[in-house]
């Protein structure tokens, strides 16, 4: 029962503000349904909302982490950098909002309480913290992948008396680092990106490293007209090259082993790969995620860019990874390496124990302390599932959706989860979501859902839900496809392992783009398949 006095209905609640959440109520309104978000933050942008630490940039080059839906916004939004940085996108998003007028359909601020399907009219109850609750007939969360903080459970960490931020939950006004002796856990993509910034501003920066990560160099720069005006005149093939290409990314690659060639022409390629910049490197040859003497290959040689980079022979060493490059996702950055050269800067690499314990004053690591003024934590994510998991959801005969997962997500592509009835994810867990560039996914799944409504209403058709034939086969075969890649083989947050108790299963879907929209369009075709229409 509704504790609010208000409940809204509604044909279609979507959760979330970010890049799904604000395309999916624009394509909901246009079909003329009765649409709203709902999103905690006090802003839109989703995880660019929260994520606003100093050096964020998106390692996709800006003016394809764009969407693709208007071709008026297309040419009209001019991208500044080759890779934007969070303002920018923040900047944009907001645009696309106030541009087809979507603001009015937004409830800030608001956080879901709990989402529960009544069976009886075929209908979700979403509670909220806010004066208003909403009974709607589609459930679509669009609540991302990578937007639940990892916050560890470090000991001791109430007992510190300094400040405290998490890359993923950074204030809006701007954080002071002079003069301060600072500590970062972590050196994934945000530690990559905070580290040099803070690096530049700080008395003393000590960085906690766990894992080293295989950097590659971005090469960022401002965009110069003509990149823009190429990039737009083409806009249309361009688009429609990378939907062929197994992430949907512009490059499409070299196809050729990297164990084709001999060593000096391989490390020639994978030069020049390095200096195309950004995820160039990977592309180089196209087997270096799949084969592990190719592997080895681009690994040593993005341990020679280390040593080249970094003079101090045991600081290289303890930067240089061992684990299989693209196991853990390869981090974009700039001048990276290079900034452990700097007299203010410490690496400390945590042993066995990890961080041992926080005391008032800072942390203690392989059993002595390090004094800090301030921790940042770039600890990441609870990827893919953490955003859903912290909402109580309750489906048919009031089965959880955490009970449901609990030994990993099970859905059907990655978009209905079956005894979850006209409850949509977009890029959930089973899709490729973020093993391809977010934006075309993100559009894709929006149109694959607004479709299937639009189908349902037309058919008068009261639900739809995944057939769990359908859905176990297609787990199963995600976890067939993953079980092979070199992907599967390192703890990485793509297996939950960075969450400790969480279930170690692959969750985006490994096999690609083309053949997953191929599969998605092949299941509307054939009427829905592998769905149960009931009504
Ligand atoms: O998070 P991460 P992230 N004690 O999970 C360490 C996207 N993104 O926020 O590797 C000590 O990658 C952890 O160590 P380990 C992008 O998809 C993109 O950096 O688990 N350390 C690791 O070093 C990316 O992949 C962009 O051993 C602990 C770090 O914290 C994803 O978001 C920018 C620890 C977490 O790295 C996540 O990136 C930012 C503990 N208890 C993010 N727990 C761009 O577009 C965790 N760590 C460029």
Redesign the pocket.
């Known amino acids: 029962m509704s504790r609010n006095q208000n409940t809204i209905s509604l044909d279609a609640l979507v959760v979330g503000a970010g890049f799904g959440g604000i395309y999916m109520l624009h394509k909901l309104r246009g079909m003329g349904l009765s649409a709203k978000i709902v999103d905690v933050a006090s802003g839109i942008g989703g995880t660019w909302f929260w994520?606003r630490y100093p050096g964020?940039?998106?390692?996709?080059e800006s003016m394809f982490y764009s969407y693709s839906f208007d071709e008026a916004l297309d040419q009209e939004w001019e991208w500044t950098e080759r890779?934007p940085a969070q303002p920018e996108i923040l900047k944009y998003i907001n645009h696309v909002a106030d541009r087809f007028d979507l603001r009015r359909d937004i409830q800030l601020k608001t956080h879901v309480t709990s989402t529960v399907y009544n069976e009886t009219d075929a209908t979700w109850q979403v509670t909220t913290n806010g004066n208003n609750d909403f009974s709607t007939r589609f459930c679509i969360m669009a609540t991302g992948c990578?937007s639940a903080a990892?916050t560890?459970d470090?000991e001791g960490l109430n007992d510190f008396t300094g400040r405290i931020f998490h890359?993923?939950k950074w204030p809006h006004s701007e954080v002071d680092f002079s003069g301060r002796h600072v500590g970062v856990?972590?050196?994934?993509?945000?530690?990559?990106?905070i580290i040099p910034e803070i690096a530049k501003r700080a008395a003393h920066l000590t960085v906690?490293?766990?894992?080293p990560?295989y950097v590659a160099e971005a090469f960022n720069r401002p965009l110069d007209a003509a990149d823009q005006i190429h990039t737009k005149a083409n806009y249309g093939k361009l688009r429609a090259a990378a939907k062929k290409t197994f992430g949907g990314f512009t490059v499409a690659g070299n196809e050729q082993s990297a164990m084709s060639v001999s060593e000096e022409e391989c490390r020639d390629k994978l030069e020049e790969g390095w200096k195309e910049g950004g995820n160039s490197l990977m592309t180089s040859f196209g087997d270096i995620a799949n084969n592990e003497k190719s592997n080895m290959r681009a690994q040593d040689f993005v341990r020679d860019k280390i040593r080249q980079a970094v003079p101090d022979a045991a600081t290289a060493e303890k930067l240089s990874p061992e684990h299989l490059i693209g196991c853990?996702?390869i981090?974009?950055g700039t001048n990276y390496y290079s900034v452990f050269n700097r007299g203010n800067v410490t690496l400390t690499s945590?042993g066995e124990k990890?961080?041992e314990k926080f005391t008032t004053t800072g942390l203690v690591t392989e059993g002595s302390e390090t004094k800090i003024d301030d921790l940042v934590?770039?600890?990441?994510?609870d990827?893919m599932t953490g955003a859903l998991s912290r909402i109580p959801i309750n489906g048919r005969d009031n089965i959880s959706l955490n009970k449901a997962w609990e030994a990993g997500p099970r859905t059907y592509l990655g978009l209905m989860t079956h005894g979850f009835p006209n409850f949509f994810t977009i890029t959930g867990p089973g899709s490729p979501s973020?093993l391809s560039n977010m934006l075309p996914t993100i559009e894709h799944h929006v149109e694959w859902i607004a479709e299937c409504i639009d189908y349902l209403q037309q058919q008068g058709i009261k639900e739809i839900e995944a057939d769990l034939q359908a859905q176990n086969d297609w787990v199963a075969h995600g976890n067939e496809i993953a079980s092979k890649t070199l992907r599967y083989s390192c703890?990485?947050?793509y297996l939950g392992?960075?969450v400790p108790g969480k279930p170690r299963v692959f969750m985006p879907y490994i096999g690609g783009m083309p053949a997953y929209r191929k599969k998605c369009a092949a299941v509307v075709t054939a009427g829905y398949e592998g769905f149960c229409l009931n009504g």
């Open positions: 994520n964020a940039r998106c390692d996709v890779y990578l990892n560890p470090f890359t993923s856990i972590g050196t994934g993509s945000s530690g990559v990106q906690f490293q766990r894992t990560s853990k996702r981090c974009l945590l990890g961080v934590m770039a600890t990441g994510f990827a973020v703890s990485s947050w392992a960075n």
